[in-house]
C-alpha cells in the first residue's frame, strides 16, 4: 500500500500498534516480523492473516491449549548447521531437539478433526513436514542434558573406561599420600586441592622441602603450599592424556553429527519458520483480545461500511481508566465517498478520521479491528493524509503553501482506489479564497471517485455537500447547554462552529459578542444559528428514536409472550376435547362388550331353542332397539354423579343438559327457539325445549 507522506502511518500512530503487537511476541522472528509489519493490497493474502488471528483468537477465548509455548532463538546454529566442517555443540544440538519436538507436537496437535475447525492455522504447516530422524540421530549421540553418550563411539567408550579405573587408582594413590602426609604433620588444614587440573596436596610452607613431588604454587600468606606427591606425577599425567583424549572423541563425534544432521538444514530453517509464525499469529490474536479487535467483512471493492468502530488505542486506554469509547458508524460507497465533518474545535473531528484510518492501515497489514463483525470493509491501494494538528503527529506543513502542495500531490495521484484524510481544508489562507480553492479541491477528488473524509469549518463546504454527488455531510455531536463534545459523528448533516454560543457560555462581555456579529455577515450568520438549531432537535430526535426503538422492543416481547399464553390455552383446549372423545370412545366399548356377551348367551340358547323366531326377536331388541338406551342410559348414569336438574329458565350463561345425547354446556347465545351451547371447544346450535338446566352436585 502506498502511504503519503512516508509519515503517514506515524500520523495514524499505527507504530504504537506494532509495539503493542511486539510486546505479546516471545521469539525474535516475531518480534522482527512485527517490527516490519507491512501493508498488502492482495484481497486472498489478507483474508488469510485475517482469518489465522480470527482462529487463534477464538482458541485463546476457549482456553484451548496450542503446543507453541517454547521459545526458540536459534537461526543462527540452523546457518551454522548447514556450513562444511562445523560443529554445533551438545546445548546447541538440545535447542534443536526441542525445536523438532515442537513440530512434532504441533503435527500431532493438528488431526483431521482441527485442520478442519482451523483451516488457516493448518496452512501454516501445509507445505513442510515432520521428520522423526532428526531426533533420532540427536538421541544416538546425547543424553537429555546434551552430554555425548559412552555408547556414541566404540573408541569413547574405551577411553571413559579408562579414565575411570586410572581415577579410582589416582584417588586411592593420593589418599595414601594425604593421610602420611597427616601422620607425620606436615599437611595443612586444608587437605587437598587442583591445581591446572591436577590433584595436589596442601603443606605448611616449612615442610615443603620434606615433601617429594612438583610444587605449584603457594597461598597469599606464604604459610601454605601446594604440591603434587610423587607418587601421582604419573597417574595425573596418564588422566590428562586420557581426558585430553576424551575432549579430541567427543568433538570428532559431534562434527559427524553435524555433517549428517547438515542435510536437515532447511528443514529445520522451516521448523524455525513455522514456530516463529505462530508465535506471531499467536500474539495477533493477543492484541485482538486487548483492542476488542474482530474480523469484518472483507471485499476487493473500495467501501467502508463501518459499524460500532473504535480507536484501539483509545478504546485500550480508557479501558485501563474505566472510561466509556464512543464508537464510530459510517459507510463510504459509490453514492456517499467523500465525508465533510464539521463542528466545534475538540469535538472529536481528527480522532474519527484516525479511528478510520488507523482501522483499515490494520486491517491490510492482517489484524483484526475493533468493529462490529458486521462491519464491511474493502481494500484501497493508497492512503493520502494531511493532518496538521499536535495530536502525536508531525507539525511540518504549516503555511497554506505547503497545503497547497500536499493537495497538489493529492490530485495527481488520486483514483478510485484512494483513501484520503485532510484535517481543515483550505485553512491557512483567507476564508473566502481558501474556501473557493477547498470546494474546488474537494469537486475534483470527488470526479476521480476517490473516498475520503475532510473537516473544516467552512460553510461553503456545507452547503457544497448538499448539492454535488458524492459528497455528503457529516457533525460531530455537541451538547450545547453543558458546553461538552459528545464525540458522536452524526452523518447527513452539517454542524455549527457554535462560536457565539461558547463565547455567551464562558462569559465574555455581551457588548462583544454583539460587536462581533454585526461584522459577521448576516447570511452567514444566520445559517450557523439553523445548523445550529438543526443539531440540537437532531440529537432531540436521536433520543425520541431510541426511545421509540425501545417500546418497539418491548411491544414485540409482550406480543410473543402473549401469543405464547394463547398458544398453551389452545392447547389446553385441545387436550379437553380429546378427554372429552375419549370418555365417549370408553362407553361405546364398554356397551360393545357387553353386546358381545350377551350374543354370545343368545347363540348358546338358538342351539337349545325350539322356538328360533323367540330367539330373532332377542337378537332385534339387542342390536337394533336398546342400543341406543344403553348408551344413553350409562352417559346419564354418569351425568347423575355430577349434575342435578334443577328448575330454572334458559338464560345466557346457564349450565344446561342435552336431553338427547345427555352432554352438559353453558348457554352463549339465544337465538328465538333455539340456543347456542358450548360444549368443550364446540358450540351446537340447540332447540330450547332439547334443554334443561343443571348445576354441579358439588354446589351447596
Not at 483431521?112 to 530422524?133: C, F, G, H, M, Q
Not at 481494500?379 to 511540518?396: A, C, M, V, Y
Not at 349450565?655 to 364446540?682: C, D, H, M, S, T
Amino acid at each position: 500500500m502506498k502511504l503519503y507522506p512516508e509519515s503517514a502511518a506515524v500520523q495514524l500512530e499505527f507504530d504504537k500498534v506494532k509495539a503493542l503487537l511486539r510486546e505479546h511476541c516471545k521469539s525474535e522472528y516475531a518480534r522482527q516480523k512485527a517490527d516490519e509489519l507491512r501493508i498488502h493490497t492482495r484481497k486472498e493474502y489478507i483474508l488469510t492473516e485475517l482469518q489465522q488471528s480470527h482462529e487463534f483468537k477464538l482458541m485463546l477465548q476457549l482456553s484451548q491449549y496450542f503446543p507453541n509455548d517454547y521459545v526458540l532463538n536459534i537461526s543462527r546454529d540452523i546457518k551454522l548447521l548447514g556450513i562444511p566442517g562445523s560443529m554445533l555443540t551438545g546445548e546447541q544440538w538440545i535447542q534443536v531437539r526441542k525445536l523438532a519436538e515442537s513440530l512434532e507436537k504441533i503435527f500431532r496437535w493438528f488431526d483431521n478433526e482441527r485442520r478442519t475447525a482451523y483451516p488457516a492455522l493448518s496452512k501454516v504447516i501445509a507445505d513442510t513436514y515432520y521428520e522423526k530422524t532428526i531426533i533420532e540421530l540427536i538421541d544416538e549421540v546425547l543424553d537429555e542434558a546434551g552430554n555425548v553418550k559412552d555408547t556414541a563411539s566404540a573408541e569413547l567408550q574405551r577411553i571413559r573406561m579408562g579414565l575411570y579405573r586410572k581415577r579410582n587408582e589416582l584417588r586411592r594413590t593420593f589418599e595414601k599420600v594425604v593421610a602420611r602426609l597427616n601422620k607425620a604433620g606436615y599437611a595443612a588444614d586444608i587437605d587437598e586441592s587442583f591445581s591446572n587440573g591436577r590433584r595436589v596436596v596442601a603443606v605448611f610452607a616449612e615442610y615443603k622441602r620434606q615433601v617429594k613431588g612438583i610444587l605449584h604454587g603457594e597461598s597469599d600468606s606464604r604459610r601454605t603450599a601446594y604440591i603434587e606427591p610423587e607418587e601421582t606425577i604419573e597417574l595425573n599425567n596418564e588422566v590428562y592424556t586420557l581426558e585430553n583424549d576424551e575432549r579430541k572423541e567427543v568433538q570428532r563425534i559431534l562434527r559427524e553429527l553435524t555433517q549428517r544432521m547438515s542435510v536437515y538444514s532447511p528443514l529445520l530453517a522451516v521448523y524455525h519458520q513455522v514456530v516463529g509464525e505462530f508465535d506471531f499469529i499467536r500474539a495477533k490474536g493477543r492484541l485482538a483480545l486487548d483492542v476488542n479487535g474482530n474480523y469484518p467483512n472483507v471485499g476487493d471493492q473500495a467501501i467502508l461500511d463501518l459499524k460500532d468502530a473504535y480507536h484501539p488505542l483509545l478504546y485500550l486506554y480508557n479501558s485501563k481508566s474505566g472510561k466509556p469509547t464512543i464508537p464510530v458508524n459510517l459507510t463510504l460507497d459509490d453514492k456517499s465517498r467523500i465525508l465533510i465533518i464539521s463542528g466545534p474545535n475538540a469535538g472529536g473531528k481528527t480522532v474519527t478520521m484516525k479511528t478510520i484510518g488507523l482501522n483499515q492501515l490494520m486491517l491490510q497489514a492482517g489484524l483484526l479491528v475493533p468493529v462490529h463483525p458486521a462491519s464491511q470493509m474493502g481494500i484501497f491501494k493508497q492512503l493520502l493524509i494531511h493532518i496538521g494538528d499536535t495530536q502525536s503527529l508531525e507539525f511540518e506543513l504549516s503555511t497554506y503553501s505547503s497545503h497547497l502542495l500536499h493537495m497538489k500531490h493529492f490530485l495527481e495521484t488520486a483514483n478510485g482506489k484512494t483513501l484520503f484524510f485532510i484535517d481543515e481544508l483550505g485553512s491557512g489562507s483567507d476564508p473566502n479564497l481558501g474556501g473557493a480553492f477547498a470546494e474546488v479541491i474537494l469537486e475534483e477528488l470527488a470526479r476521480k471517485h476517490s473516498f475520503g473524509i475532510v473537516t473544516t469549518h467552512y460553510l461553503n463546504l456545507k452547503v457544497m455537500a448538499n448539492h454535488t454527488a458524492g459528497i455528503i455531510n457529516g457533525a460531530m455531536a455537541f451538547d450545547e447547554v453543558r458546553l461538552q463534545p459528545l464525540y458522536r459523528l452524526m452523518v447527513g448533516k452539517p454542524g455549527s462552529s457554535y462560536t457565539f454560543s461558547i463565547a455567551e457560555r464562558i462569559g465574555l462581555p455581551q457588548a462583544m459578542i454583539n460587536k462581533a456579529r454585526k461584522l459577521v455577515d448576516e447570511d452567514h450568520f444566520r445559517l450557523d444559528k439553523i445548523l445550529n438549531k438543526n443539531e440540537q432537535e437532531g440529537q432531540k430526535l436521536d433520543k425520541e428514536k431510541k426511545e421509540l426503538n425501545r417500546l418497539l422492543r418491548d411491544n414485540e416481547r409482550l406480543k410473543a409472550e402473549m401469543e405464547q399464553v394463547l398458544n398453551k390455552e389452545r392447547h389446553r383446549q385441545q387436550v379437553e376435547l380429546l378427554k372429552h372423545q375419549n370418555a365417549i370412545t370408553e362407553d361405546r366399548i364398554s356397551y360393545l362388550k357387553e353386546t358381545e356377551r350377551k350374543l354370545k348367551q343368545i347363540v348358546l340358547e338358538w342351539r337349545k331353542a325350539e322356538d328360533k323366531n323367540a330367539i330373532i326377536k332377542q337378537v332385534q331388541e339387542l342390536l337394533f332397539k336398546k342400543k341406543e338406551q344403553l348408551v344413553n342410559s350409562k352417559v346419564a348414569k354418569k351425568l347423575e354423579t355430577k349434575y342435578r336438574e334443577i328448575t330454572g329458565e334458559i338464560v345466557v350463561g346457564a349450565k344446561v343438559k342435552i336431553k338427547k345425547n345427555y352432554q352438559v354446556g353453558e348457554v352463549r347465545e339465544i337465538r328465538g327457539r333455539r340456543a347456542i351451547v358450548q360444549i368443550g371447544v364446540i358450540p351446537m346450535n340447540v332447540e330450547l325445549s332439547d334443554l334443561v338446566v343443571v348445576e354441579d352436585k358439588t354446589v351447596s
